[in-house]
């Protein structure tokens, strides 16, 4: 299983903004579709964006287009969603997970885990 320590959610008012990072334990990213996935309560979870291998491969849910940015260090082995002008419906636990699936929309709309780990808490205030 892969284990990730999500982290860099808060407490924001409506309009502000967080960047998430998403680091993996125990193994490289170099070679892996890695996603954000985000879940409400009584609600799945969600993939937002996703990112390929290359920074040309990138692939963002309708709900945050244009507000949120997916990229990908991979000399220091992290992830980062950079989410801005930050909604009230934004407020969510936020997840990452990856996989070998070269599709970055793929990997938002199909990938699941029995194990989603804590991940981090973002919450939104209006």
């Known amino acids: 299983q892969f284990r990730f320590v999500e982290s860099g959610g808060g407490v924001v008012q409506s309009g502000e903004s967080l960047r998430l990072s998403c680091r993996p334990s125990?193994?490289?990213?170099?070679?892996?579709?890695v996603g954000w996935f985000r879940q409400v309560p009584g609600k799945e979870h969600e993939g937002i964006s996703c990112?390929?291998?290359?920074?040309?491969?990138?692939y963002y849910a309708d709900s945050v287009k244009g507000r949120f940015t997916i990229s990908r260090d991979n000399a220091r082995n992290t992830v980062y969603l950079q989410m801005n002008s930050l909604k009230p419906e934004d407020a969510a636990v936020y997840y990452c997970?990856?996989?070998?699936?070269?599709?970055?929309?793929?990997?938002?709309?199909?990938?699941?885990?029995?194990?989603w780990g804590p991940g981090t808490q973002v919450t939104v205030s209006s």
């Open positions: 125990g193994f490289t990213l170099d070679h892996y579709t």
């Open positions: 997970g990856a996989n070998i699936i070269g599709s970055a929309q793929m990997m938002c709309d199909m990938f699941t885990t029995d194990d």
């Open positions: 990112i390929g291998t290359s920074e040309d491969r990138i």
